[in-house]
């Protein structure tokens, strides 16, 4: 049964992208599916997925980040001024509705995607690097991530940092902390390795859990704006995200990184923890800004896809030296 698991896990994070994309698909169809991913439901799933991040992280990883401090400082400022400002810019090039703009700035100020480092791994990144980005985002995001939405969306709505700060706490930090405890005590035993092997499929099983609730969600706005609101969001969650691949490289490129950090940074900057921002849309905007989970939703999807084909095209197309 276990070695089933396990194949299935690693079915599921290898084809991450198609398994979002057929879930999403399938709940455009058959929305009620996943009404019952709402509200603390949705809050106990993202902190599970927060929880599988946990137990991959050991103490080499906080040595590794206590080791190369300059490094990632770099990385984290970069990933909280790059994609909230170019989020910001997109909502005032596309005129967007007050929901709408709500939604991709959320995107833009939450933290690294959990699954940046299966794509850093995939293309010869710099792993340790990832990780450690993810990391410290990640820890910092309660404190950052409201102030930045406060900052950028304060003026067009009320923004009540105090609850996104708890909410971020209790749905990553809790779950991070305790998965890193969890492996640092039985991370020797075999059984907990056996646990940690299939944890992966059941992490991208939630998150497609959570993108279907969300369709659930806003299936009738969806459904009564057609093709016009998917194509306009999809634009901006599309630019959003590949000018984040362009302008992390290119941090890369200006502090003289090696090639495999400027892949690592790259893919740090641009994908984003949307399973997060969806969870604090549908916690905190969507009672006066329904749609504003609408970019949040095809973000989740569309990073882990944008993701698996940028680090295809590092491996494909990048000659250079691995350092």
Not at 68 to 76: Q, V
Not at 105 to 120: F, R
Not at 291 to 296: D, E, G, M
Request: aromatic share 10%.
């Amino acid at each position: 049964m276990i070695s089933i698991l396990q194949r299935i896990s690693k079915l599921l994070s290898t084809y991450t992208s198609l398994f979002i994309i057929a879930v999403a698909i399938f709940t455009m169809f058959f929305p009620k599916t996943f009404s019952w991913v709402v509200g603390n439901t949705q809050t106990l799933i993202l902190g599970f997925i927060m929880l599988t991040m946990g137990l991959t992280l050991t103490t080499n990883d906080f040595r590794i980040l206590a080791s190369r401090p300059l490094d990632i400082l770099i990385g984290t400022l970069a990933q909280f001024t790059v994609m909230p400002l170019v989020a910001y810019a997109l909502t005032r090039i596309f005129n967007l509705d007050t929901s709408l703009a709500i939604g991709i700035i959320l995107v833009g100020c939450c933290p690294g995607g959990v699954s940046s480092n299966i794509m850093s791994f995939l293309c010869k990144g710099d792993v340790a690097f990832s990780v450690g980005m993810t990391t410290v985002s990640t820890l910092l995001a309660p404190f950052v991530t409201p102030l930045l939405v406060l900052l950028l969306a304060g003026q067009s709505v009320e923004v009540n940092t105090l609850g996104m700060f708890i909410n971020i706490l209790i749905v990553t930090i809790i779950p991070v902390v305790v998965g890193f405890a969890l492996n640092v005590w039985l991370g020797h035993k075999s059984n907990f390795k056996t646990i940690q092997s299939i944890m992966p499929g059941f992490s991208v099983v939630g998150l497609a859990c959570i993108v279907g609730g969300v369709i659930f969600s806003v299936h009738k706005p969806l459904v009564d704006n057609g093709l016009v609101l998917f194509l306009l969001t999809f634009a901006v969650v599309f630019c959003h995200n590949t000018i984040g691949y362009l302008l992390g490289f290119f941090v890369g490129r200006v502090f003289n990184f090696s090639t495999a950090k400027r892949r690592t940074i790259s893919i740090e900057v641009g994908m984003q923890n949307a399973g997060l921002a969806t969870n604090l849309a549908s916690n905190f905007f969507m009672a006066t800004n329904p749609l504003a989970v609408v970019p949040c939703a095809i973000s989740c999807a569309w990073h882990s896809i944008s993701g698996t084909i940028l680090a295809g095209i590092f491996l494909k197309f990048g000659k250079e030296k691995i350092d």
